[in-house]
């Protein structure tokens, strides 16, 4: 295609600036932007960095003829693209294409006449290229996400199954000795692929936002299934095997959903029917429950270590939690456009996109996010290339940019090993290069037919991962390009070096001057106050849950925090050098979500109708207790979170996970009585308080038993 656009601009109209601008405007569009999404988002993602693009070009052109003016605009443009590559899937893939549309016109210097003629060659570069990245060009695989969650629900759904068969399901038949438990390996996938980019892995559009909501969901419904045998669950009485039964159904349903969610209104109405017949059986399963708890029912298998009915109310919350995910998503999906366009919601669990983007920026806009630090360090690193290219008046200047934009890392060491690679692939490059023109000559003839082979081999070069074979690639297609263009011999090839050199010296001395040590201490930073923000908000839905309010109001705050630790985890994945083990971390940060998610279930039970006082039965003794392990909770997490950062000295033991037991144990001991609908709801109320906080106990045992903390003279951490 760029052969297209450099016949149609060269051969036809003949003009410079619209020949350069029209083929480094496709090499933006075809080989820098990468836009996930169907063929309809990805065009309206074209059409925002259509217009964007011409923006940068005219202002540019307009500081182009004043050196401070364009290395301070640069920085400022450098760190605004970078910042909003953070907030989606879409806006990440076009941010190098849009820092090249700056790049360009304010390290070539033109008068302002110029700006006609370079918006031209943009405007020819995006007739030709843009039709062909929607039909010729193969999209990202922006589907992987709903299909690895569809996979997580069929794997969950597979071992409810099995627990409720006696010949355990295909799908979810528990891993024999040595084979791995498919629920876990889908679910390692699922987390897997969201943190594979420094960037979130899905658009603002709402269904693609709930995705990221799922994965935490499927995640804890993993942990929680996961303690269970499918001996014991068999051996439960009917009551409670319906709803395990019910939740297999709405898992199954979702995982139909999941891959058809803008195509199947089949498939949202079963997916609907299975969330209603959940919520019918919730509801028998805790009139039944609270006929025990009054001393009317079968109160012995509720203290049995093999049956705790209550257990099952949590597994039923967290999946109905999970398939009104799935089902809000798919409602989003199929709005149509004119509702996408004005914002019109379908769901309350997330809001439109124009509220997500000022949230996310409200959330990322601190100075220890690693979305402002990635965005100060490449508009400083961009910056001071530029400044260089404008003082230093060498030939083609804007390389240096191009130099500094492709090596610019994390860390100044992640940053120097990608210095060695990128001068070492612009130096074979340029030998390959050379000898390529040496031996087919530099006919326009010989030329026209190179440049289409070189242009496709830079194209799917850094598909390899390899920044020396991208770097080496592209230096074959400027030779040729400028060859073909401006005769000027084999000297190009050394002035690009030189200009790639520039560039990266840049690169380097900004790394080393603003972040030399990478993503680790941003991460440790980001997980720690994560924690601290989910204990604070988890201990404040505890005490609203026990005065008989809800805490709704309190559960948000905790998302900037989380959205802070995924950038960061997401970046530090992304480095080379990673001095924190990968496993470690990634079960501790999911850990966050847990506790947010026990947060928002103690947040979402109904108002109590009944007050406070007088209290009935043994349920005003209990409360106490609750309040006290709930801040032992708070207490541990917070001493965990402190030594993520600092020497803290030896943690303190884990509280124990046997509240929610002791809890009905007391409750049985003095029943309500069943003409006591007061006493019953309270005592419903603290079991459920209970129940959540030995869920966030168990995750402080794992938590303990991991080496993320920091190390001390005063002694080991706690190991369970």
């Known amino acids: 295609m760029s052969t297209v656009v450099l016949a149609v601009t060269d051969l036809l109209i003949g003009r410079p600036q619209i020949v350069s601008f029209g083929v480094f405007g496709t090499f933006a569009l075809l080989l820098f932007a990468e836009f996930p999404g169907t063929r309809q988002a990805r065009a309206a993602a074209f059409g925002l960095l259509a217009v964007l693009g011409a923006v940068l070009i005219a202002l540019g052109t307009l500081v182009s003829t004043s050196w401070w003016l364009a290395s301070a605009l640069m920085a400022v443009v450098g760190f605004l693209v970078v910042f909003a590559g953070f907030l989606s899937a879409a806006t990440a893939g076009g941010t190098r294409a849009a820092l090249l549309t700056f790049i360009l016109p304010a390290t070539v210097p033109a008068p302002p006449a110029d700006i006609p003629d370079r918006l031209i060659g943009w405007a020819i570069a995006l007739a030709l290229a843009v039709p062909a990245a929607l039909f010729l060009w193969p999209p990202a695989d922006h589907d992987r996400m709903r299909l690895l969650s569809a996979a997580s629900c069929r794997a969950l759904a597979g071992r409810l199954h099995g627990m409720l068969d006696d010949?355990?399901?295909?799908?979810?038949?528990?891993?024999?000795?040595?084979?791995?438990?498919?629920?876990?390996?889908?679910?390692?996938?699922?987390?897997?692929?969201?943190?594979?980019?420094?960037?979130?892995?899905?658009?603002?559009?709402?269904?693609?936002?709930?995705?990221?909501?799922?994965?935490?969901?499927?995640?804890?419904?993993?942990?929680?299934?996961?303690?269970?045998?499918?001996?014991?669950?068999?051996?439960?009485?009917?009551?409670?095997?319906?709803?395990?039964?019910?939740?297999?159904?709405?898992?199954?349903?979702?995982?139909?959903?999941?891959?058809?969610?803008?195509?199947?209104?089949?498939?949202?109405?079963?997916?609907?029917?299975?969330?209603?017949?959940?919520?019918?059986?919730?509801?028998?399963?805790?009139?039944?429950?609270?006929?025990?708890?009054?001393?009317?029912?079968?109160?012995?298998?509720?203290?049995?270590?093999?049956?705790?009915?209550?257990?099952?109310?949590?597994?039923?919350?967290?999946?109905?939690?999970?398939?009104?995910?799935?089902?809000?998503?798919?409602?989003?999906?199929?709005?149509?456009?004119?509702?996408?366009?004005?914002?019109?919601?379908?769901?309350?669990?997330?809001?439109?996109?124009?509220?997500?983007?000022?949230?996310?920026?409200?959330?990322?806009?601190?100075?220890?996010?690693?979305?402002?630090?990635?965005?100060?360090?490449?508009?400083?690193?961009?910056?001071?290339?530029?400044?260089?290219?404008?003082?230093s008046h060498v030939q083609h200047g804007f390389w240096i940019a191009l130099g500094a934009m492709s090596v610019l890392r994390t860390s100044a060491v992640s940053t120097t090993a990608t210095v060695g690679r990128a001068l070492l692939g612009t130096v074979v490059g340029f030998v390959v290069g050379w000898a390529l023109l040496a031996l087919v000559g530099t006919g326009p003839g010989t030329l026209w037919v190179l440049l289409p082979l070189a242009v496709l081999i830079a194209g799917f070069a850094p598909a390899t991962g390899s920044v020396a074979a991208g770097q080496a690639a592209f230096t074959v297609v400027v030779l040729v390009l400028f060859t073909l263009l401006q005769p000027v011999g084999w000297t190009l090839g050394l002035v690009r070096v030189e200009d790639v050199a520039l560039g990266c010296g840049a690169a380097l001395l900004v790394g080393v001057l603003l972040w030399p040590r990478g993503a680790a201490d941003s991460v440790r930073e980001a997980l720690a106050d994560a924690y601290r923000a989910s204990t604070d908000t988890l201990t404040g839905a505890v005490t609203a849950a026990l005065r008989g309010r809800s805490a709704h109001t309190a559960v948000p705050a905790a998302a900037p925090a989380s959205v802070r630790l995924e950038g960061a985890l997401r970046q530090y994945l992304a480095e080379r050098t990673r001095p924190i083990g990968v496993a470690e971390l990634s079960l501790a940060a999911n850990g966050v979500g847990r506790l947010r998610l026990a947060a928002e279930a103690l947040a979402g039970l109904p108002d109590a109708s009944m007050p406070v006082h007088p209290r009935a039965g043994a349920a005003h003794r209990v409360e106490d207790e609750i309040r006290v392990r709930a801040q032992e909770s708070a207490v541990w997490f917070r001493a965990w979170a402190d030594a993520l950062t600092r020497p803290t000295g030896a943690l303190p033991p884990p509280p124990p996970a046997d509240l929610e037991h002791r809890v009905v144990a007391t409750l049985l001991a003095d029943p309500p009585g069943a003409d006591r609908p007061t006493g019953i709801q309270l005592a419903l109320r603290v079991t459920w308080v209970g129940l959540y906080l030995d869920d966030a106990a168990l995750l402080a045992h794992t938590l303990a038993g991991l080496s993320l903390t920091t190390p001390t003279a005063a002694g080991p951490t706690h190991r369970p």
């Open 167 to 391: 010949a355990p399901h295909p799908a979810g038949a528990a891993p024999g000795d040595g084979d791995p438990d498919p629920v876990r390996v889908a679910d390692d996938d699922l987390r897997r692929v969201m943190r594979a980019s420094a960037a979130r892995p899905v658009g603002m559009t709402t269904g693609s936002r709930l995705l990221l909501r799922l994965v935490d969901e499927v995640d804890w419904l993993a942990t929680l299934t996961g303690r269970a045998s499918a001996a014991t669950v068999r051996a439960w009485p009917s009551w409670t095997r319906e709803i395990v039964a019910g939740c297999a159904d709405v898992l199954t349903a979702a995982a139909k959903l999941l891959p058809a969610a803008e195509r199947s209104r089949a498939h949202r109405d079963r997916l609907d029917a299975c969330l209603t017949a959940l919520s019918a059986a919730r509801d028998r399963a805790t009139d039944r429950l609270a006929d025990s708890l009054a001393g009317s029912g079968l109160r012995a298998g509720l203290l049995r270590a093999e049956h705790r009915a209550q257990l099952v109310h949590e597994w039923a919350y967290a999946c109905d939690l999970l398939g009104r995910t799935v089902r809000d998503a798919a409602d989003a999906d199929a709005r149509p456009v004119w509702q996408r366009l004005i914002g019109r919601s379908t769901t309350t669990l997330a809001v439109g996109t124009g509220d997500a983007i000022r949230l996310l920026t409200v959330r990322q806009a601190r100075l220890g996010s690693v979305a402002v630090q990635n965005g100060l360090r490449t508009g400083a690193g961009l910056g001071v290339a530029v400044l260089i290219a404008q003082v």
